[in-house]
């Protein structure tokens, strides 16, 4: 079974210097029927705009994951990190019993754009901690590339939670087919460009919730970036 939720049909939230769309119900957006899709929590897409951020603030007992199209986002937190994410980064910080930070676009003239991933831990109350890692264009250039799992296959970063995340980037005749092992379910987010899910054409900011079907097949894509969850 495949279900379409398009990007016009995202909460949305307009703060002036963020403009925020809401995959699954988050803050002042409430939807009964897109409140999480298995562990996964969260899927914002922010644009912030130039000198502006996220002041500090509290999280716990989450997987977040940061991934950055455009610009550039300086993360610091309570367990001394800091760091500048980029086009190409990854960013994992598990709450845990909780830490403080912040995010924030240096760039003096040009907005950030990127996705807050929020994944739910299969165990609560562990040690905050964070992890970042590169995925250039040449690893994901049609073909999925593990950038999260639960045991760091093939160099990707750490999930507390039986989740995988792969990345990838298509054009023409690239494609990539994704197995499903028997009781999973997979979600594809549609970052930017076009592409083809199992036969149905989906564009910038659509996603595609798929169970009780083995394969995911991605083609036919057009300047396509897509993340693809594979949760149990």
């Known amino acids: 079974m495949l279900e379409i939720r398009k990007a016009q049909e995202r909460g949305y939230a307009d703060h002036g210097w963020l403009k925020s769309y809401h995959s699954f119900s988050f803050a002042d957006y409430f939807d009964a029927e897109h409140v999480e ?29 940061t991934y950055v199209l455009e610009g550039r986002l300086e993360h610091k937190d309570s367990i001394g990190t800091g760091s500048i994410i980029e086009p190409g980064d990854v960013q994992r910080m598990s ?77 023409g005749d690239e494609r990539a087919v994704h197995t499903l092992a028997a009781g999973r379910r997979a979600y594809v987010h549609v970052a930017r460009g076009k592409i083809t899910v199992n036969g149905v054409a989906l564009v910038a900011g659509d996603a595609a919730k798929i169970v009780d079907t083995s394969q995911v097949k991605l083609e036919h894509g057009d300047g396509a970036e897509v993340l693809l969850f594979d949760l149990a």
């Open 37 to 65: 899709f298995g562990s996964l929590r969260v899927i914002n897409e922010d644009r912030v705009a130039a000198g502006r951020g996220f002041g500090t603030h509290a999280h716990r007992d989450m997987e977040i994951i």
């Open 95 to 171: 709450a845990g019993t909780g830490v403080r930070h912040s995010e924030f676009n240096p760039s003096p003239a040009e907005p950030v754009h990127f996705l807050q991933i929020w994944i739910q831990p299969a165990q609560t109350g562990i040690p905050p901690s964070y992890e970042q890692k590169r995925f250039g264009p040449h690893d994901k250039r049609g073909r999925l590339r593990l950038i999260a799992s639960p045991d760091a296959s093939a160099g990707s970063v750490t999930v507390h939670q039986d989740a995988y995340v792969h990345a990838g980037l298509f054009d």
